[in-house]
């Protein structure tokens, strides 16, 4: 085992090579974002067929669904980043933490709002109150807590290990939202696509509904990628590199 | 550190929360009072009639019991943090958890229990059978201490922060959604006359797992918060 990549993790968790790292990593991301959305959201509006049942309305899934993972997803990464965050001390996992929460909740609340779009011709209402949803409005909840709770405080630092504590107790959610399609009987259908076993979907709906999964993913880290340079630079306003990136920007 | 030395910490800290819970008896009274006047306005919103009174009583009784934990929650460290006292906590050779669990028990003793003295009352207003009281005060009894535990957790985290009060129930409130749904079930499974030992057995097991851990976060959350 060669013993380049332990180490070359180990620099990354600085914050100037990190600052460099998300700056080359993330045009690519965007533009794979991008590309990836263009061709996924014209083969699940377009090219895919319409549901037999639901017609044309069952397409916001190919928003939804993505959405949805994504929240519980970024929800997961920021618990784990605060837990590295609080064990080990280390800035840039503050960093990442922080700067993800904004992004979880804005896909949390674009899946409650196409969930809702799609519910009020299907279930014939805007909201029920039900497990997976509830617990989802949960989520959305414990993200502008974590949110709330770190602007709350006078030291930024403090603040994001303060959040990062709440992030771990928030975690519990995080099952009860993926599994609560199966503890309880809900109005919300079960999971159709499975990473084990067969998916019961059809294949033209499924691969745009995956490339529409990666382009999310993407996206997330494009962003976070953008969000924690910018926050870097704020941290670290008084250090060396800083001003030295500060210079060379007020050269040009 | 031996036992009686221990024990005698954990008495003293629980005498004196209890001493100046007492000598501010005003404050113990506020969310009684709360409670008292946002139970007299449901009727007068809703319409006195008896049925739908009836039906809605347990849910409002434990909202609103809540709501009046959560007005109190705020003031559970803050005298604490002004006269330097809880930096002292910290500092004492006692296990800082062990202190604060006494601290929360203070609380729940202050400010829960005179809630559910009144619950009966509450309850009695918006017209619940009595024979569903008894379910409704073991319902209150196994949820409030969850509450007053989760909301230390939570009050600790927001201790070095200036404004914590909308923050402190936009935090608490995903966490307590559990707690709510299991005690409010229980009163209305035995409302229509079902077993309602399931759901309590729920809340119970969910206070269990809380004493265990909650005043170990709490510490945790403490050091955080002033480790400034």
């Known amino acids: ?252 | 550190m031996n036992r009686p030395a221990l024990t005698s910490a954990c008495a003293a800290m629980l005498r004196r929360d209890l001493t100046l819970a007492w000598r501010r008896r005003g404050d113990i009274a506020m969310p009684v009072l709360y409670a008292l006047i946002v139970t007299t306005l449901f009727p007068f919103a809703l319409g006195p009639e008896d049925t739908l009174l009836q039906r809605i009583a347990g849910g409002v009784v434990l909202v609103t019991v809540l709501l009046a934990m959560l007005l109190a929650l705020d003031a559970m460290f803050s005298s604490d943090i002004e006269d330097g006292s809880l930096e002292q906590l910290v500092l004492a050779p006692q296990p800082l958890a062990l202190m604060l669990g006494m601290k929360i028990l203070a609380h729940w003793l202050a400010t829960a229990l005179p809630l559910i003295l009144i619950a009966p009352l509450m309850a009695a207003m918006l017209h619940l059978p009595g024979a569903v009281i008894p379910v409704l005060l073991l319902a209150l009894a196994l949820a409030t201490p969850l509450l007053s535990l989760l909301g230390a957790v939570l009050v600790a985290l927001t201790a070095g922060t200036r404004r914590s009060g909308m923050l402190l129930a936009l935090m608490l409130l995903p966490l307590c959604v559990p707690a709510v749904i299991f005690a409010a079930g229980a009163v209305a499974a035995a409302q229509q006359g079902l077993p309602w030992l399931a759901p309590v057995a729920w809340l119970a097991a969910a206070l269990v797992l809380a004493v265990v851990l909650a005043p170990l976060a709490c510490a945790a959350a403490l050091r955080i918060a002033l480790d400034a």
């Open chain 1, 1 to 252: 085992m060669s013993s380049w990549i332990p180490l070359w993790l180990h620099k990354l968790g600085s914050p100037p090579t990190f600052y460099r790292f998300a700056g080359t990593l993330q045009p690519w991301a965007t533009a794979l974002a991008l590309l990836l959305g263009v061709v996924g959201l014209y083969g699940g509006l377009v090219l895919a067929p319409a549901d037999y049942q639901q017609g044309d309305a069952y397409r916001i899934i190919f928003i939804h669904v993505p959405s949805a993972w994504m929240s519980m997803f970024i929800y997961g990464v920021m618990g784990v980043a605060s837990f590295i965050a609080l064990v080990w001390r280390i800035k840039l996992a503050e960093v990442v933490a922080m700067e993800s929460a904004p992004i979880g909740a804005a896909f949390t609340f674009i899946t409650l709002v196409t969930g809702s779009l799609w519910g009020k011709p299907m279930w014939g209402t805007w909201w029920t109150w039900d497990a997976r949803l509830t617990s989802e409005l949960v989520l959305l909840f414990l993200f502008l807590g974590v949110i709330g709770l770190y602007h709350a405080f006078e030291d930024r630092r403090q603040g994001a290990r303060a959040a990062a504590f709440l992030a771990i107790i928030g975690i519990i959610n995080v099952p009860i939202v993926h599994f609560s399609v199966n503890w309880w009987n809900t109005l919300h259908q079960g999971s159709t696509v499975n990473v084990f076993g067969p998916s019961k979907i059809s294949g033209a709906m499924l691969w745009p509904l995956l490339t529409v999964t990666l382009a999310t993913k993407f996206y997330y880290v494009a962003s976070l990628c953008r969000r924690a340079r910018t926050d870097l630079l704020d941290l670290e306003s008084g250090k060396d590199w800083v001003r030295r990136i500060a210079e060379d920007e007020a050269g040009r």
